[in-house]
């Protein structure tokens, strides 16, 4: 081995004369020199460690790894499988990482160790990436795996009735299969931090224990890796990026106020690709605080603390906390400090459609209003919810725009109980003046909303309301890349006159062959309301002839109620125009999703 084949961070480690003798001293000693070498060297380093270098302990790999799976909508899943995986091979121990729908589940009856990882989307619903491993574990073909010792992770929002439901049905599904538990299952709400850290670090310990051999094991020589960088502007970390346009593009007398927003993002060294989310980090509405703080009559100057930190309670309910969104453990203490026997009843385990509609139509203060309570300001503050990030799919592609970032934003502004409300951050991006003001970003990759590799295949894309926006970044970036393949998007909204998102620029596309088919729905132009799906069953033949043609397939939006009827819409196009039975056709697009032709960004 020769000076020059060293790894360059290992001459900035050592220096060159140093690196160069390591070298020297090293040609010619065979594997079991080396080996002693390397154990000898860690050694060394416990008595001493290095501040710079982390010398893993000399134990021979074992021979059953510990396999992470992860299912995740919003990458949060997928950033706490990241990390735990990285604990154990910082502790010189073999992990696998899977994204739920590339795991082979064959391997699952050899499995001896095993995380799952895994959001709650909505309701009760798994993640698009973990469809088909939730349902082979849940399903019959499932095999008996007594061998395994598992934990499962659970992310969710208590916003909603059937929190953490998937994560739940999992870890009962397993150990129903002759499966031990290596930990107990942990529920993570929106703010998963606090329960996911700890969680996490228990959960290495115990697979470290699983993992490291008993006996004396010949050491093994890890090749030396340069660490990763960590960039400089993150979720903790965000980044003030400059407003550059804030223009509505909902005509007067619309229904919607939806803006269209351009943000600078020189300098900061993000990016993205088309797909990709900016993560924004909010204000709540001024108007809300004050109204709160009236209702409540508490002092805003107040100092408070909450885990190390103490400011204002106006701060805190200004920037700090959840106050545009009811969650359920808030509700069950205002239950108890009001005395109130109806909202006792309506957070029954068994009145679930009493909570959803309380969830949907009340707000914080609506509930305050109408459920009177004393709250101190410091239980107050213990009792909401921290405040989270929004994410919003980037409506551009940085081949076209540069260094910058342009959002498709549904401002959230109605009243209601005589009172106006507010949605967080669309209110806080609407409000922003362009020249004079910023907005706390981060960029949330989305890998499993990708454009095909092979840009002579066509896409087809459907995107109603503001789901529009991933697909003005697609036609953008397809168009700068001179891609081949043919562009149909299919889009939907009430008013033809006034709510026509982005209508100058999908005339010119399609002039200029970058959209190549634009297909509309808007549900309010007529008596009988005709929307998305209902413009997918009109065009089934060629719709289904695109996708047997190889087409991909997205659909970005409304998970509530736009999705299901958009799949179920799908199955028809695909029974009717490909002969087949309902069954078949339902099993011919989960194909679809498994080639990760049929991809989904819904919300």
């Known amino acids: 081995m020769s000076t020059s084949t060293a790894p360059a961070f290992v001459h900035a480690l050592l220096g060159d004369a140093r690196s160069a003798h390591l070298f020297e001293l090293l040609q010619g000693l065979d594997a079991h020199a080396l080996n002693w070498l390397s154990g000898y060297t860690a050694g060394l380093a416990a008595r001493a460690p290095l501040a710079s270098v982390t010398t893993v302990a000399p134990e021979a790999a074992p021979a059953v790894p510990f396999t992470i799976i992860y299912g995740t909508q919003t990458g ?53 990436d973990a469809r088909g491993f939730c349902e082979f574990i849940l399903g019959k073909r499932a095999p008996r795996v007594e061998a395994l010792r598992y934990a499962v992770l659970g992310l969710g929002d208590s916003s909603y009735p059937r929190f953490c439901e998937v994560g739940k049905a999992l870890d009962t599904r397993l150990a129903e299969l002759g499966a031990t538990r290596l930990l107990e299952r942990a529920d993570c709400d929106v703010d998963f931090e606090p329960v996911a850290k700890g969680w996490l670090d228990q959960t290495f310990a115990r697979a470290r224990e699983a993992l490291t051999p008993r006996a004396p094991a010949t050491a093994t020589v890890l090749p030396l890796r340069e660490q ?17 346009l804030n223009q509505r593009i909902t005509a007067r007398g619309a229904l919607k106020d939806v803006r269209h927003l351009e943000l600078s993002l020189e300098g900061s ?25 009236s209702e409540l009559r508490l002092d805003g100057t107040l100092d408070v603390t909450r885990d190390g930190r103490t400011l204002p309670l106006a701060r805190w309910l200004s920037d700090g906390l959840e106050i545009t969104k009811l969650n359920r453990p808030f509700l069950e203490r205002h239950a108890t400090l009001s005395g109130s026997t109806a909202l006792r009843d309506v957070l029954q385990p068994g009145n ?4 959803r509609t309380l969830l949907a139509s009340h707000q914080l203060i609506d509930v305050l209003r109408a459920h009177k309570a004393n709250w101190e300001a410091t239980e107050l503050v213990q009792a909401l919810r921290k405040l989270t990030p929004r994410l919003y799919s980037i409506a551009s592609s940085p081949l076209r725009v540069g260094e910058e970032a342009h959002l498709t934003v549904s ?43 092979d840009s002579d295949k066509d896409v087809l894309m459907i995107g109603p309301g503001t789901g529009v926006a991933p697909f ?19 889009f939907g909204e009430q008013h033809f006159r006034t709510q026509f998102l982005y209508q100058t620029e999908w005339q010119e596309a399609l002039k200029k062959q970058t959209l190549h088919r634009l297909s509309l729905a808007f549900s309010r132009d007529r008596a009988q309301k005709v929307y998305v799906q209902h413009r997918l069953r009109e065009a089934g033949r060629d719709v289904y002839a695109w996708l047997e043609g190889g087409a991909h397939l997205y659909v970005c939006g409304d998970a509530q109620r736009m999705a299901p009827d958009v799949h179920e819409a799908l199955v028809d196009v695909v029974s009717t125009h490909g002969g087949k039975s309902r069954e078949d056709a339902r099993a011919w697009l989960e194909t679809l999703r498994e080639q990760r032709r049929y991809l989904r960004d819904v919300y």
Do not use: M
């Not at 160790?113 to 798994?126: A, H």
């Not at 990763?228 to 550059?244: C, D, G, I, Q």
């Not at 690709?273 to 001024?286: I, K, Q, R």
């Open 76 to 128: 949060n899943s997928r950033l706490l499988a990241e990390r735990l995986k990285q604990q154990v091979e910082s502790a010189g121990l073999t992990a696998r990482l899977f994204r739920a729908s590339d795991y082979p589940v064959r391997e699952l009856a050899q499995e001896q160790l095993l995380c799952v990882v895994i959001s709650t989307q909505g309701d009760g619903d798994p993640p698009d």
């Open 228 to 244: 990763r960088t960590t960039p400089a502007f993150n979720k903790e970390s965000p980044f003030s990026a400059e407003v550059l």
């Open 269 to 293: 060294g993000l990016t993205y690709a088309p797909g990709d989310a900016l993560g924004v980090w909010p204000h709540n509405p001024p108007e809300l605080v004050e109204r709160l703080l």
């Open 352 to 355: 679930p459609e009493a909570f």
């Open 411 to 453: 401002v959230v502004d109605y009243t209601a109980f005589d009172l106006r409300h507010f949605g967080a951050a669309s209110y806080h991006l609407a409000t922003r003046t362009a020249g004079t003001d910023a907005v706390r970003v981060f960029i949330e990759p989305n890998e499993r909303f990708r454009l095909p590799e």
């Open 472 to 490: 003005r970044a697609f036609i953008q970036e397809r168009a700068e890349r001179g891609a081949r393949g043919r562009n149909w998007l299919f």
